[in-house]
Each structure stands twice: as structure tokens, then as C-alpha cells.
């Protein structure tokens, strides 16, 4: 058996059967192994995963980084093989860190997105079967209905109004309509009607096909673009601190000349110079900045992906902890998507407003087989006997047949149903219609159906009372009716002069931990509102279990959102809970309008009509067991559907940003020590403080660690925002503080050598003195930067293990560099006595004190 060599949109389909050696009735499961040897899985060609030295080269693509690379070059060409060797080790630690950060999140994220498989229905020896997508093959028999996410290249054998989304393939964002005609072989993509694409999207119908390529052999699989050259967008966090490495590029480059021009003015040599301007441009620079990002993002993914929440992209992680609204679809989000039929109502009993307490009666099986007719369940052991039966479809339909078979109706006829419906159920219209032998079957919403039936008034008023009221006690209503004139190609204006039947009543019971999971996420400062296409009182219902005190005032409809402007919606949301009755069309116009009132929106979702509003939000979150197309554009994904997850990434979310405050404020306020402690000793005309290896090596090991262990460190200041949202790092508070504790620590450092030389202390012990004083109060004071707004003893200090570790390691080479004689030598320092160990105390808490000092100013004068 040879691949398929046709154009298959050219040629019959008994063709295709013969070349591809299958039937109408499927594959047998004999024939897979073969089928797996000669096509492979149905995989596309992932995209194109970073190489080991990609990741690494990437790490040294940073502005940062070019001036300690600048650094080596110039050191080198100046035969000062210390210094080379070094600031090579500055380089290499750095990006050595940042990738084995880096290639470890992009493995995690790998691996995760295995836990999210795309599933398809499959008929193989007759029997309809649902596997994974990656398990399709040419020759297989598929069906795809609306919802579904198309698994494989595919030639249509038969259709019923189905309509496709394809313009991942196209760029046309028209659904076009699929039939069964032979077309020129000269057709492109778009002029294909009787062909399935991978990857494209069924919007409305379905149709059976069978499989004529997968993986690469598809359509999408040969636009090598698509699949493997998808680069990662840079979150704004990234995009800012990229921005800030440039800035401090510069900022650095102008004050490194300036001090050398100014250190060849007042007579020093040049070579000296020379040497101590590379060391000050390596002691001005934060290199730690991009690498501790990378790290504190992907230990964020890891720490949500531990709670069951699949981060898609290292960006979700960020944008949980700025969100400031949820928007929540309510079927099979808020509640189980278990609906259980409660009752069967026909029109008599509803007319005669007759409460039969739930007791089913024989008039009920007329509504219930009529039901039957336009379900849509797949029965995954179809051999067996009826009573053993089980099925997998939308859980209403899954229940009424389930309920059919207890009430003794038969149900064997729902295997041909498929056949029959000539317009399937979508979220726009919100009613199917099949054709029986004398009269057609309309199955729906109640409100649609009661809208475009035949009925008198009075009758209307009365049906119209009782769905509202059913509808505010949580009820899930589907009414069904019949029409007994239609073409056999109806469109959905022509269903009108319904003949109402019955209502059916179904109960979705809220999930267990919702209303504590959304009390957790409310008491954060982010509110949660409900948008749902069900009736209002239904919505309501479900809003009051939810423990929500909810006024009429409080809800707005589908209906009142279409007839208000933009504008006039603007001011009417802010005071909105519930959004009910709404079209998709409504959850992406709301969502795109709280984000002009400023608000961080977070979308909630398990359906293909979510999927707008999931992909266009902040951050679309989706359901493990929703649709395809849902979780396919949302950012985060819940394993086990438990939203409480979406509190606990909210507050990791929340951990995140803190952590980067943390470390952008640590590294920034003493990234310009050496600036002013070389500039001020050139400017006031005494001796360097500090040689160019002190300065490289002093950077190197004592900053880069600390600000890495923040990517591990708690969030001590929740309670300050605990009723608020944070939407920003580089706020007020932080900018501030960073420019506050940086110039004051760098005149105090300044001062404290200006103050040793001026009274008399011999310069070589004023510069070891110095040394230790400037190599160990970056360390002491990392504990104080744990928190930004309390003060040190208001939390565990030494809690952070890493920081602990980070600055014990540090200590060690300090210790080592000024107790080994050869290291002592080779730094060009001296013994300190001991009478200066109570000075270098002093100089410590000073620092302490000078950080927790300019915190108490700021948290005062919040």
C-alpha cells in the first residue's frame, strides 16, 4: 500500500477507497500497525525546539552583557590576564545560570503540554470510537461536528450545514460551506469545498470524512512557518527591562568615559585608567537583571503547574498576578456540566399550570422520543446490549437518552441520528432542527422556541411565566416542538409556526469548592463577574448559590447589551455581576470594554463560543475537559477543572511581580557604588579606593547570587495590596526606592573612605578596610529587601534557604580572599587588624539601617 497520489479533491471517492484500501465502514484495528510503519502519528512537526547552544548564545545577547564582553576584549588587549579571566567568569556564571534556567522552563513546558490532547471520533470496524488525534491515519473514517477541531486532512462523504473556520490556512475569517463535489485539480486551499484542513475549525454542522494525509502531509504541515517558526512574544515585563539595559547601556558608556577623561585630567596614567574604567563599567552593570527574570518566571510556571495549572507560556505566570477582573462562563465552568434531568413538562401540563411533582407520566414519553431525534451521543460499545450501553456526548443529550432507555423508550434509532438533523445546535441560533417522516423536529431554548411558535396570547403569557420562573429556580431548560412543512434544505429564518411539545428541566449543581475559590479570589481585590448564555433567572440562580447577593439591578441581558452603544455600555458595566443571554459576540465586546475602563481581564472558559473572549482577554483560562479550540488559545489551562487553581496562580501570579520588584530594586540601588566612590576620589583628589579586579570581583560575587535567590523568596507585603490589584512593577514605590536607597548607600560608601583617608588611616589598610566594607554590606542588606514595606524583624529573616546559601557562599570567598596569603596578594590587600573588625560592624547596621530608614519614609508617607 503506497501513500495517497491523487489530488483526493479531484477524483471519486471509490477512488480514494481504493488507493488508500478502506471502506465507508472505517479501517479494521488489524490494519493500524501497518498504518503506523508507513505514515507515522499524526503530529505536526513541533515547532522548532532551541538548541542547547541557542539557549546558551541567547543568554549573552543583552546589552549588559556587551559591556562586560567589551570589558574582557579591552583587558585582553591590555595583556591583563587576571582581569580576563575574571570577567570571562562573571560571563560565564551569568549565562550559565540563565540557562540552565532557561532550558530547564522550556523542558517543563514541553513536558506540560503533553497533560493537553486533542481527541477525535473515529469509525473503525463500523464502531465509533473517540482516540487521540496523534492516532488518526489515511483511510480512517472521522466525524467532526461544530466545536470540533478538524485532526487531519480529510475528503467530505457526507455533510449536513456544515460551515469551517479556515483561515489559519486562508486568511479568510469568512466560514466557509463544505459539500461533497468533485473540484478542478488545479483548486487552491480556499476553492477546496469538498475538503477538511487540520487544524481548522467547525463553526456550525458536521460531516463525516475520510482521512487523506496527517502530520506534515497535511496542508498545514507543509507551511513550515506555522509550526516551526513560532517565536515567543516578550511580555511586557521583558520588553521593559530590555528598554532599561539599553538606558543603562548608555548611561554607563557616558560615565565610564567621563571618569577616565577625568582620571587622564588630574595626571593618572593611562593605562591605569584604562584598566579602571573597564572595572567601574563592570561594576555599573546589573547583569543579573534579564537572568533573575528568567528564573523568577519560570519557577512561577513550575510552582502553578504543581497546583494541576498548565501555564502555556512563561507570560501567563506574569499577567495572573496583575489581573484585576474575571470574567466566568457558567456551564461546566462554575458548575459540574452534570445535567440531570428533574422533570419532563408537556404544553398541556404547562397550560394548565398542573405541578406533577416531578411524577412522570405517559404523556411525557411523546416529548422525550421527539428529544431523542436530535441528540448527538456517541455509544462507545455498540455490540453489546442496549442496557449496557454507554455513551460520550454534551451531558444533557448523554442524559436524556439515559433516561429514555430507563423509561423503557427505545433508543437504538439514535445511531442514525446524524443522518436526520439538518441544522445542527450553535450558540447563536440555540436550536437544532432534524427531519422525521411527518414533520420536523425543533429541539432548543425555550425562549427561542416559544418566540417562533404557533400559540394564542394567553397561552404565551402563561408558557413565558413558567420559564422564567423555572429558569430563577437554576433550572436548565431545552424545549422541543415540531414543524410539519420545511424544504429539505432549511435555513434557520424559515423555522417558524412551531407546534410547542414540552419542556425538559435539568439541574447543573454548582461545583463544591467554587464559592470558596471565588470568595478567595474576591477577597484578593479581583472581581469575578458571571457572563453566561442561559436565561436570567437561571443565571441568577446559580449567582445566588454561589453565596452572591445579586440584585435585578446587578444583571443585564444579551438582549439590552445589543441595543446600547459602546459607550453607554462603558458606564453601565462597573456596577454589572451577572452578564445573561449573551452571544459570543456579547463576551468579546464586554471583555474588550473592561479593558478600556484599565481593568486586567482574566477569561474563564470550557466552550468553543469562550474561545473569542478567551483568546482577545489579558489571559484566557480554560477547563481540561472543554473543547479543543478553548484550550488550544487560552494561556492557562486547569488540569483537574478546579477553580480554586485560578486563586492559587492569582497569588503566585501576585508572588511573581513582588519577586521582580525585590530584585530590580536590590540590583539597581548599588549598581552605581563604584561610580561614585571612583568619581568622587578622582573629583576630591585622593587615591583610588579600589583597584579594577577588587571591583570585578567584588561584582561577581557578591550581588548576582542574592538577586537569584529572590526568585525563591515569599511574599511578605500580600497584606498591603491583599484588597487590590497590582498592574505594574515599575511603580512609584519602586522607583523610589531604588533611586533613594542607591544614591544614599553610594555617598555613604563615598564617605566612609573619604572619612578613613582624611583622618589619617595609611591608604593600603583604608583600601582593605574598604574592601570588605564595600564586598559585604550588598549581602547584609538582601534581607532587608525581602519585604519593600516592612521592616526586617516584622518577618522571618533567614526563611530563604537559597539566600541563606547564595550569601554564605559569598562570605566563603570573602574570607577565603583576604585570609589566603596568595589571594590576599594577588588583590593587593593587607591584613586587617582586628581593632577594625567592630568598625566594619558599625558600617553594616549603618547600611541597615540607611535601607530600612528610606522603607519607613516611604511606608509613612504612603
Same mark, same amino acid.
Given at each position: 500500500m503506497e501513500p495517497l497520489q491523487q489530488k483526493p479533491w479531484?477524483?471519486?471517492?471509490?477512488?480514494?477507497?481504493?488507493?488508500?484500501?478502506?471502506?465507508?465502514?472505517?479501517?479494521?484495528?488489524?490494519?493500524?500497525?501497518?498504518?503506523?510503519?508507513?505514515?507515522?502519528?499524526?503530529?505536526?512537526?513541533?515547532?522548532?525546539?532551541?538548541?542547547?547552544? !541557542?539557549?546558551?548564545?541567547?543568554?549573552?545577547?543583552?546589552?549588559?552583557?556587551?559591556?562586560?564582553?567589551?570589558?574582557?576584549?579591552?583587558?585582553?588587549?591590555?595583556?591583563? #590576564?587576571?582581569?580576563?579571566i575574571v570577567v570571562m567568569t562573571a560571563v560565564l556564571v551569568n549565562a550559565g545560570l540563565g540557562f540552565y534556567r532557561e532550558y530547564h522552563a522550556e523542558n517543563t513546558l514541553e513536558k506540560l503540554s503533553g497533560f493537553i490532547k486533542d481527541r477525535a471520533r473515529v469509525i473503525r470496524d463500523g464502531i465509533e470510537h473517540e482516540v487521540d488525534s496523534e492516532e488518526l491515519f489515511p483511510g480512517d473514517i472521522i466525524k467532526v461536528s461544530y466545536g470540533s477541531r478538524v485532526p487531519a486532512d480529510a475528503r467530505i462523504l457526507s455533510t449536513?450545514?456544515?460551515?469551517?473556520?479556515?483561515?489559519?490556512?486562508?486568511?479568510?475569517?469568512?466560514? $466557509?460551506?463544505?459539500?461533497?463535489?468533485?473540484?478542478?485539480?488545479?483548486?487552491?486551499?480556499?476553492?477546496?469545498?469538498?475538503?477538511?484542513?487540520?487544524?481548522?475549525?467547525?463553526?456550525?454542522?458536521?460531516?463525516?470524512a475520510v482521512v487523506v494525509a496527517t502530520g506534515v502531509h497535511t496542508e498545514i504541515g507543509k507551511i513550515a512557518g506555522l509550526v516551526s517558526g513560532t517565536k515567543q512574544a516578550k511580555t511586557p $515585563?521583558?520588553?521593559?527591562?530590555?528598554?532599561?539595559? #539599553?538606558? $543603562? @547601556? &548608555?548611561?554607563?558608556?557616558?560615565?565610564?568615559?567621563?571618569?577616565?577623561?577625568?582620571?587622564?585630567?588630574?595626571?593618572?596614567?593611562?593605562?591605569?585608567?584604562?584598566?579602571?574604567?573597564?572595572?567601574?563599567?563592570?561594576?555599573?552593570?546589573?547583569?543579573?537583571?534579564?537572568?533573575?527574570?528568567?528564573?523568577?518566571?519560570?519557577?512561577?510556571?513550575?510552582?502553578?503547574?504543581?497546583?494541576?495549572?498548565?501555564?502555556?507560556?512563561?507570560?501567563?505566570?506574569?499577567?495572573?498576578?496583575?489581573?484585576?477582573?474575571?470574567?466566568?462562563?457558567?456551564?461546566?465552568?462554575? !458548575?459540574?456540566?452534570?445535567?440531570?434531568?428533574?422533570?419532563?413538562?408537556?404544553?398541556?401540563?404547562?397550560?394548565?399550570?398542573?405541578?406533577?411533582?416531578?411524577?412522570?407520566?405517559?404523556?411525557?414519553?411523546?416529548?422525550?422520543?421527539? &428529544?431523542?431525534h436530535n441528540v448527538d451521543v456517541l455509544i462507545e460499545n455498540p455490540h453489546d446490549p442496549v442496557s449496557e450501553w454507554t455513551f460520550k456526548g454534551k451531558p444533557f443529550e448523554v442524559h436524556i437518552v439515559k433516561t429514555a432507555r430507563e423509561k423503557g423508550i427505545d433508543i437504538t434509532g439514535i445511531q442514525h441520528n446524524n443522518a436526520s438533523l439538518l441544522i445542527p445546535f450553535n450558540s447563536t441560533h440555540k436550536f437544532s432542527v432534524s427531519k422525521q417522516k411527518h414533520h420536523f423536529v425543533v429541539?432548543?431554548?425555550?425562549?427561542?422556541?416559544?418566540?417562533?411558535?404557533?400559540?394564542?396570547?394567553?397561552?404565551?403569557?402563561?408558557?413565558?411565566? #413558567?420559564?422564567?420562573?423555572?429558569?430563577?429556580?437554576?433550572?436548565?431548560?431545552?424545549?422541543?416542538?415540531?414543524?410539519?412543512?420545511?424544504?429539505?434544505?432549511?435555513?434557520?429564518?424559515?423555522?417558524?409556526?412551531?407546534? @410547542?411539545?414540552?419542556?425538559?428541566?435539568?439541574?447543573?449543581?454548582?461545583? &463544591?469548592?467554587?464559592?470558596?475559590?471565588?470568595?478567595?479570589?474576591?477577597?484578593?481585590?479581583?472581581?469575578?463577574?458571571?457572563?453566561?448564555?442561559?436565561?436570567?433567572?437561571?443565571?441568577?440562580?446559580v449567582g445566588r448559590e454561589l453565596g452572591w447577593d445579586v440584585s435585578e439591578d446587578q444583571v443585564i441581558t444579551g438582549h439590552d447589551i445589543q441595543s446600547l452603544t459602546d459607550a453607554e455600555l462603558l458606564a453601565v458595566i462597573p456596577?454589572?455581576?451577572?452578564?445573561?443571554?449573551?452571544?459570543?459576540?456579547?463576551?468579546?465586546?464586554?471583555?474588550?470594554?473592561?479593558?478600556?475602563?484599565?481593568?486586567?481581564?482574566?477569561?474563564?472558559?470550557?466552550?468553543?463560543?469562550?474561545?473569542?473572549?478567551?483568546?482577545?482577554?489579558? $489571559?484566557?483560562?480554560?477547563?481540561?475537559?472543554?473543547s479543543d479550540v478553548a484550550k488550544s488559545v487560552a494561556g492557562l489551562v486547569l488540569l483537574d477543572d478546579n477553580f480554586e487553581i485560578i486563586s492559587m496562580a492569582i497569588q503566585e501570579g501576585r508572588r511573581i511581580l513582588v519577586n521582580i520588584r525585590k530584585t530590580f530594586v536590590y540590583l539597581m540601588s548599588n549598581s552605581l557604588d563604584e561610580v561614585f566612590v571612583v568619581g568622587g576620589s578622582l573629583i576630591v583628589g585622593i587615591a583610588m579606593p579600589l583597584t579594577a579586579l577588587q571591583i570585578i570581583w567584588v561584582n561577581l560575587f557578591t550581588g548576582s547570587l542574592p538577586a537569584l535567590a529572590f526568585a525563591y523568596d515569599d511574599d511578605f507585603d500580600h497584606q498591603m495590596y491583599k484588597h487590590r490589584t497590582l498592574k505594574s512593577i515599575f511603580t512609584r514605590e519602586v522607583n523610589l526606592l531604588t533611586f533613594g536607597v542607591g544614591v544614599m548607600s553610594s555617598l555613604l560608601l563615598f564617605f566612609t573612605y573619604y572619612g578613613l583617608i582624611r583622618f589619617g588611616v595609611d591608604v593600603q589598610t583604608a583600601r582593605?578596610?574598604?574592601?570588605?566594607?564595600?564586598?559585604?554590606?550588598i549581602l547584609v542588606i538582601s534581607y532587608s529587601f525581602r519585604s519593600l514595606n516592612k521592616p526586617l524583624f516584622s518577618y522571618p529573616i533567614f526563611s530563604n534557604k537559597r539566600l541563606n546559601q547564595g550569601i554564605l557562599v559569598a562570605i566563603v570567598f570573602l574570607v577565603a580572599t583576604m585570609g589566603i596569603p596568595q589571594l590576599r596578594a594577588l588583590f593587593d590587600l593587607n591584613t586587617i587588624p582586628l581593632v577594625w573588625f567592630w568598625f566594619i560592624a558599625v558600617w553594616l547596621v549603618a547600611n541597615v539601617l540607611l535601607v530600612e530608614g528610606t522603607k519607613y519614609f516611604f511606608r509613612k508617607h504612603k
Open positions: 479531484s477524483v471519486k471517492i471509490e477512488d480514494i477507497f481504493t488507493a488508500l484500501e478502506t471502506q465507508v465502514h472505517g479501517l479494521s484495528e488489524s490494519a493500524l500497525s501497518q498504518r503506523m510503519t508507513l505514515y507515522g502519528a499524526n503530529v505536526l512537526q513541533k515547532y522548532a525546539k532551541k538548541s542547547k547552544v !541557542t539557549i546558551f548564545l541567547k543568554q549573552l545577547a543583552s546589552p549588559l552583557i556587551f559591556i562586560l564582553l567589551g570589558a574582557a576584549v579591552v583587558t585582553f588587549l591590555l595583556k591583563e #590576564w587576571i582581569e580576563v449536513n450545514n456544515i460551515y469551517v473556520d479556515e483561515a489559519i490556512l486562508t486568511g479568510e475569517s469568512k466560514p $466557509i460551506q463544505k459539500n461533497v463535489t468533485i473540484v478542478p485539480v488545479s483548486a487552491t486551499v480556499a476553492e477546496r469545498m469538498n475538503m477538511l484542513h487540520a487544524g481548522t475549525l467547525v463553526v456550525d454542522g458536521f460531516a463525516t $515585563i521583558q520588553k521593559g527591562l530590555e528598554k532599561i539595559s #539599553w538606558i $543603562i @547601556f &548608555a548611561i554607563v558608556i557616558v560615565i565610564v568615559v567621563g571618569i577616565f577623561i577625568l582620571g587622564i585630567y588630574r595626571g593618572e596614567p593611562l593605562f591605569d585608567m584604562l584598566i579602571l574604567s573597564v572595572a567601574v563599567s563592570v561594576g555599573a552593570v546589573p547583569e543579573a537583571l534579564p537572568i533573575a527574570l528568567t528564573v523568577i518566571l519560570s519557577i512561577g510556571a513550575e510552582r502553578i503547574a504543581k497546583k494541576q495549572g498548565v501555564t502555556r507560556t512563561l507570560i501567563a505566570a506574569e499577567t495572573l498576578g496583575s489581573t484585576s477582573l474575571i470574567m466566568t462562563d457558567k456551564t461546566g465552568t462554575l !458548575t459540574e456540566a452534570n445535567m440531570k434531568l428533574v422533570g419532563v413538562y408537556t404544553v398541556k401540563e404547562l397550560n394548565e399550570d398542573s405541578d406533577h411533582g416531578g411524577v412522570y407520566t405517559s404523556d411525557d414519553d411523546a416529548v422525550l422520543q421527539l &428529544a431523542l429541539v432548543g431554548a425555550p425562549d427561542i422556541l416559544l418566540a417562533r411558535a404557533h400559540m394564542d396570547k394567553d397561552a404565551f403569557l402563561r408558557l413565558e411565566t #413558567w420559564i422564567t420562573e423555572a429558569s430563577n429556580e437554576g433550572k436548565r431548560l431545552i424545549a422541543v416542538g415540531t414543524v410539519k412543512e420545511l424544504s429539505d434544505t432549511p435555513a434557520v429564518s424559515d423555522i417558524t409556526n412551531i407546534s @410547542f411539545k414540552g419542556i425538559l428541566a435539568f439541574h447543573d449543581p454548582i461545583r &463544591a469548592n467554587v464559592p470558596d475559590a471565588i470568595k478567595k479570589i474576591e477577597s484578593l481585590g479581583v472581581r469575578v463577574v458571571m457572563i453566561t448564555g442561559d436565561l436570567k433567572g437561571t443565571a441568577i440562580a456596577q454589572k455581576k451577572i452578564f445573561a443571554r449573551v452571544t459570543p459576540e456579547d463576551k468579546l465586546r464586554i471583555g474588550l470594554l473592561y479593558r478600556q475602563l484599565g481593568e486586567v481581564v482574566a477569561m474563564t472558559g470550557d466552550g468553543v463560543n469562550d474561545a473569542p473572549a478567551l483568546k482577545a482577554m489579558d $489571559i484566557g483560562v480554560a477547563l481540561g475537559s472543554g582593605s578596610v574598604f574592601f570588605v566594607c564595600f564586598a559585604s554590606y
